[in-house]
């Protein structure tokens, strides 16, 4: 069961609930669920139908606006972006194009057709906690991020065990993966990433290289 961020094979089991193992990455620290206890895909889409968020959804805007708007402010006008896993309506691509950064959407169920070409930015919002394989996502947003390109990263951070084990986050069942800030600095390390941390939810991580 090797971690599905780093591949390392030493993981120990960080927590058990009624319905779920949690295993803990020796490496990159991240926190997984174990693949046979995933939802199938079509129990995941499922789920993912159920979703309402629209661009008429006030509060869901506010939501998305904690993130677009620190984003807004460490890109150059007119940087073109990428909203990867941007579920069956691409409500950030859309505010953000309206404010001046052409963004196209991508998402496996809802938008499949692959990205290609390279972005300024790629900005993924409450997603990377529903991926199986977050090591190769990361490894093809490398790909398509330009020189100096800003990746930016909105989920829940692990803080420690006492919180994860009475945490709603992990309940929903498509939830999968939960990183740290450890497990970002490790990426960043990794990859030769500049990591900043800029809200309990939110990251940036940035390709500085010309």
């Known amino acids: 069961m090797p971690c599905p961020l780093c591949c390392h094979q030493l993981v120990s089991h960080y927590h058990a609930d009624k319905k779920r193992d949690y295993w803990q990455c020796n490496c990159c620290q991240l926190v997984f669920v174990n693949e046979a206890q995933r939802l199938l895909p079509d129990a995941e889409k499922a789920i993912y139908d159920l979703h309402q968020n629209s661009h008429t959804d006030e509060g869901y805007l506010r939501f998305l606006s904690r993130f677009a708007e620190p984003l807004k402010q460490r890109l150059k006008q007119g940087a073109k972006g990428l909203d990867y896993g941007c579920g069956p309506a691409p409500v950030l691509a859309n505010m953000l194009s309206e404010s001046g950064f052409p963004t196209i959407g991508y998402d496996p169920f809802y938008l ?11 900005c993924c919002t409450e997603a990377i906690e529903h991926f199986y394989q977050p090591g190769e996502v990361l490894k093809l947003w490398l790909t398509l991020m330009a020189p100096q390109a800003t990746l930016g990263i909105m989920t829940k951070r692990v803080i420690n065990k006492e919180r994860f084990a009475n945490w709603h986050y992990k309940n929903d069942q498509t939830h999968v993966c939960f990183f740290s800030e450890a497990t970002f600095t490790w990426i960043a390390q990794q990859y030769s990433l500049r990591l900043e941390i800029a809200g309990p939810d939110v990251v940036f991580l940035y390709r500085d290289k010309v």
């Open 112 to 122: 499949p057709a692959a990205p290609t070409g390279t972005f300024d930015f790629i």
